[in-house]
């Protein structure tokens, strides 16, 4: 008998034919994130096992394999080999602690020769027996005995599922652009749209020296800590204060955040599509701030001319989206009080809903083709690493 790690996977039994491509993905990403431990993985009809490894890494396996996207669930296994009488052996000796139980076999080998329902009530039986004082209870059961009959003529009994994040192997979606501030909702964003199977790099604008070395900080920090979901970002970047000062300078204050919202998205698209990404993210959410409104985020959108633009926060309300946060971690950061650069010239009154021939005529003003080749010159990229 050894003990092992069960992992389970969900809606990736959906994809019918291309099922082993999502498979793979998941073992491939699976096996990258564990690979500092000494361990075996390995791959068996609809499971994938953990064995071998180091009982003081244990904990910090699980904790590994709680934030890849894809597994649904996770247990702490005792492994046998396949055999009525060592079923019975091991049943013999496991304690019910709670007063009622119920056995649960999911017999995936059909050449084992004794049918689920039977060999439940069997080994029910036996409990019963060995521990004095307990009930079965099919439907409420306070503690579940599960055996897993499985093809590698192996066998697995354990108690307790692990909930897991779910959502499909980051990478099989291909790659994203995630427009990255320093609030709370564009990490959750970014978390939201892996969970899906994007894998994420990420794009930044920052106004130095209106906006400071620890508001940029604060995105790298935020970056390292969604790689844990995401994976490896590529962080870009981009100087962002010589376009700020020259719409400041030409453009009508209230269109200010229009046109510099702008400005993001055409810059992002161009570099995402110069890195094979096939989409961009954002977190905006509809009626949020006053550049929000559906005519500013319409305006916003007519600057991605070739990807579609994610925003998965759309209909969420903000102590939904802080809920995300706090859970995956992010929102002690977010709400570190730098600035980001949409606070800089910030119009007393932003208008909420531009006008498309306004804010056209404004950009006429600008020299948008230097400006943005001028900004990619001094772009920064970060390599953000597991
Ligand atoms: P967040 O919490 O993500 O900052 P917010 O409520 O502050 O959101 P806005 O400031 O209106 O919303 O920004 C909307 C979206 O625009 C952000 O979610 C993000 O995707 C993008 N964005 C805003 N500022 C920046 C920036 N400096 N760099 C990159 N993307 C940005
Ligand atoms: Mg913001």
């Not at 007519?302 to 903000?318: E, H, S, T, Y």
């Amino acid at each position: 008998m050894k003990e092992v790690i069960l992992i389970r996977f969900g809606e990736i039994f959906l994809k019918g034919k291309n099922y082993f491509y999502f498979e793979n993905t998941l073992f491939k990403n699976i096996s990258w994130r564990l690979s500092k431990f000494k361990l075996n993985l390995i791959r068996t009809d609809g499971r994938f096992i953990v064995s071998d490894f180091n009982e003081a890494d244990k904990d910090e396996i699980i904790k590994n394999l709680k934030c890849v996207f894809g597994i649904v669930s996770i247990s702490v296994a005792s492994e046998i080999d396949t055999s009525l009488e060592n079923i019975y052996s091991l049943i013999k000796n496991i304690k019910i602690v709670k007063d009622t139980f119920k056995v649960e076999v999911n017999r995936a080998d059909k050449k084992f020769p004794v049918k689920s329902p039977e060999l439940s009530r069997e080994l029910g039986h036996m409990l019963l027996e060995n521990n004095k004082g307990v009930s079965v209870d099919v439907h409420n059961p306070k503690q579940v005995v599960n055996v897993e009959i499985r093809q590698n003529n192996k066998t697995y009994i354990y108690f307790d599922k692990i909930e897991s994040l779910g959502g499909m192997p980051v990478g099989t979606a291909g790659e994203s652009m995630l427009l990255l501030s320093g609030g709370i909702d564009s990490p959750v964003a970014g978390f939201l749209m892996a969970k899906r199977g994007l894998k994420i790099s990420a794009i930044h604008f920052y106004s130095y020296p209106y906006t400071s070395e620890q508001a940029k900080q604060k995105v790298i920090d935020l970056a390292n800590i969604i790689k844990n979901y995401t994976g490896d970002i590529k962080l870009y970047i981009v100087p962002f204060t010589k376009i700020q000062e020259e719409i400041h300078k030409k453009c009508d204050d209230e269109y200010m955040v229009t046109i510099v919202r702008r400005f993001m998205m055409d810059i992002a698209e161009r570099v995402a599509k110069s890195n094979a990404c096939n989409s961009l993210i954002t977190g905006e959410n509809l009626a949020q701030v006053a550049s929000q409104t559906v005519e500013g985020i319409t305006s916003t959108n007519k600057m991605a001319k070739d990807l579609v633009v994610f925003r998965p926060l759309i209909g969420f309300d903000k102590v939904e989206i802080s809920k995300i946060a706090e859970k995956i971690g992010t929102y002690e950061t977010s709400i570190l009080p730098y600035e980001d650069c949409c606070s800089v010239f910030l119009p007393k009154k932003p208008v909420t809903h531009p006008k498309l021939e306004r804010v056209e005529k404004n950009e006429q003003l600008l020299d948008r083709e230097r400006l943005i080749k001028e900004a990619a010159q001094g772009v920064e990229i970060l390599n953000i690493k597991l």
